[in-house]
């Protein structure tokens, strides 16, 4: 009878064990999607800016500024011809990413954006300048924006 209560005790401390690994793993699967994503755009802003010498909105005003995340999608999947005149797909979103136009994070808040306008090579509207000519993050777990920091998780952490 030994063997089938260590058997029973088994079956029984596997599935709990489980269920309390799995928010480790959902948390980590959200991270490392969301990281994906911030690279996706990075490379997006940074082949449109390959493109036309300018980012995105660039001619309206340039000034480091945070991007409307609708608006750079739109400029992004070819849907602003304004903007992209050459008709460029430069990135295209998951159906499950967009919230009412919005790209969105695995917590349901939306990505940010900010480019280096002026042309510095700085971003200088947060309290430190950063050294890159393209931020963008994500709320994180918390959803409030901590400008990169906190549990925020962004591309230049």
């Excluded at 699967?29 to 980012?55: D, K, M, N, P, V």
């Excluded at 990413?97 to 919005?102: A, C, P």
């Excluded at 994070?105 to 510095?120: A, E, I, L, R, S």
Aim: proline fraction near 6%; charged fraction near 20%; aromatic fraction near 12%.
């Amino acid at each position: 009878m030994g063997y089938l209560s260590i058997g029973y005790t088994l079956l029984i401390m596997i599935p709990v064990a489980a269920s309390l690994a799995f928010p480790l793993f959902s948390k980590r699967s959200q991270e490392a999607e969301t990281r994906a994503t911030i690279q996706q755009l990075l490379q997006a802003c940074t082949a449109y800016h390959a493109e036309y010498g300018r980012f995105p909105y660039d001619d309206l005003n340039p000034v480091d500024r945070e991007l409307s995340i609708r608006d750079a999608i739109s400029v992004f999947q070819n849907r602003d011809i304004t903007q992209n005149r050459k008709r460029i797909v430069f990135y295209e979103p998951a159906a499950n990413q967009t919230v009412s136009g919005d790209l969105v994070d695995p917590w349901k808040t939306p990505y940010h954006v900010m480019v280096d306008g002026d042309g510095d090579g700085k971003i200088s509207t947060f309290v430190v300048p950063v050294q890159q000519r393209v931020l963008v993050w994500s709320y994180g777990p918390n959803k409030q924006n901590d400008y990169g920091t906190g549990d925020d998780i962004a591309s230049w952490r």
